[in-house]
């Protein structure tokens, strides 16, 4: 199990939201690159970026901030989000250096789409669910629809999809701990693996989902907690990679 770093990009900046509230913005630096380099010097084995602005617009607005960090560090994988709704997206994404691109909304409102994408670059795909009261929301969580998270995950696992990103909108960057019942139960449905997201804030959280990794979880995405400083990043991913 791996510990993976955020860096969501809002106006060029590197920020975090509460609950996905884009009017709930703090800004922990004015330059993502930085940051990059932030936890590419901690040990990150993996980097999560998301695009806020491209969620809400359905397009990339920060993707040439993507690619300098793609091409700065070749050697750490990077998993993107934010905006992508089309093929020349992801093939654009993935030309740049980006290991996994991940569908959101479009997975949700189009699921057939995520099967088409998947065939077409195995092992690329990461399908971000994200959920309140067990409900996905779309376009940056600004609506929901009346898709079950737990159903529309088992539709993608027979679609070549490398993971599942699940995050509890209710929980993220609220530092209140994740909701480590719907991640067991979530992991224990499908086959692939599932990432954990939204509520981390301390090691003991991280002992939680540890304890659930045999379950099937395989990351655990933080952000707000080693920003502000109650997680120390390289304790936390010891942590987790410890057998």
């Keep these: 199990m791996i510990l993976i770093p955020a ?11 509460r609950q996905g509230k884009m ?3 703090t800004v922990f630096s004015d330059n993502p690159i930085e940051m990059a380099d932030r936890w590419a010097a901690s040990g990150a084995k993996r980097l999560h ?3 806020l602005d491209g969620a809400v617009h359905g397009k990339p607005k920060n993707a040439e901030l993507v ?10 994988p990077i998993q993107l989000g934010g905006g992508v709704r089309d093929e020349d997206t992801v093939e654009a994404y993935l030309n740049a250096g980006v290991q996994y691109v991940i569908i959101g909304t479009r997975a949700v409102n189009e699921p057939h789409f995520v099967s088409d994408i998947a ?3 195995p092992r690329h795909i990461i399908v971000g669910l994200d959920a309140i009261d067990g409900k996905l929301a779309v376009d940056g969580w600004s609506k929901l629809s009346k898709h079950d998270l737990i ?5 993608f ?3 070549g999809v490398h993971a599942i990103i699940y995050t509890d909108i209710s929980k993220d960057g609220m530092m209140q701990g994740a909701n480590i019942e719907l991640t067991k139960k979530l992991a224990e449905s499908v086959r692939i693996p599932v990432i954990a ?3 981390v804030t301390n090691l003991e959280d991280l002992k939680k989902l540890k304890a659930i990794e045999k379950s099937g979880v395989s990351g655990v995405i933080t952000g707000r907690a080693i920003y502000e400083g109650t997680l120390d990043f390289a304790e936390g991913q010891c942590l987790l990679l410890a057998k």
Excluded: F, M, W
């Excluded at 690619?67 to 750490?76: N, T």
């Excluded at 159903?151 to 539709?155: K, R, T």
């Design 49 to 51: 970026i998301v695009d």
């Design 197 to 199: 997201s939204g509520g």
């Design 119 to 121: 065939l077409g670059y």
């Design 7 to 17: 860096i969501d990009i809002k106006d060029g900046k590197c920020v975090r939201l």
């Design 151 to 155: 159903d529309l995950a088992q539709y």
């Design 23 to 25: 009017d709930d913005t």
């Design 67 to 76: 690619h300098e960090i793609a091409e700065q560090y070749p050697d750490i």
């Design 157 to 159: 696992e027979n679609d």
